[in-house]
Nanobody
């Protein structure tokens, strides 16, 4: 599944951003079953899972974003979103979206950079 992430940028601490990840070539019947997730890699750190949403819209969040980030999906638009509030400099990272099929195959988007200034 081809994935295209967007929405990153420069924001001041305390600000908000909404990332989007679209699967432009997917059709509804192939996108809907996918488990979608957002990950991030901060400078000098390992990639980490931020949030994920299943095909039946169950969500899971990393502890460091609970209460601040919200993952959602619009299957009709073949898009998953990550709404990020109360951003801090520690959230500066390249954010990647991923898709996992029912067979366990993973696809990755190209990443979008989020920079939070203090």
């Amino acid at each position: 599944v081809q994935l295209q992430a967007s929405g990153g940028g420069l924001v001041q601490a305390g600000g908000s951003l909404r990332l989007a990840c679209v699967a432009p070539r997917a059709i509804l019947s192939t996108f809907s079953p996918l488990e979608m997730a957002w990950h991030r890699r901060a400078p000098g750190k390992e990639r980490e899972l931020v949030a994920k949403i299943t095909n039946d819209r169950r969500t899971m969040y990393a502890d460091f974003v609970k209460g601040r980030f919200t993952i959602s999906r619009d299957n009709g638009k073949k898009t998953v979103y990550l709404s990020m509030n109360n951003l801090g400099p520690e959230d500066t990272a390249v954010y990647y979206c991923s898709a996992r099929s029912m067979s366990g195959a993973d696809s990755w988007g190209q990443g979008t950079l989020v920079t939070v200034s203090s």
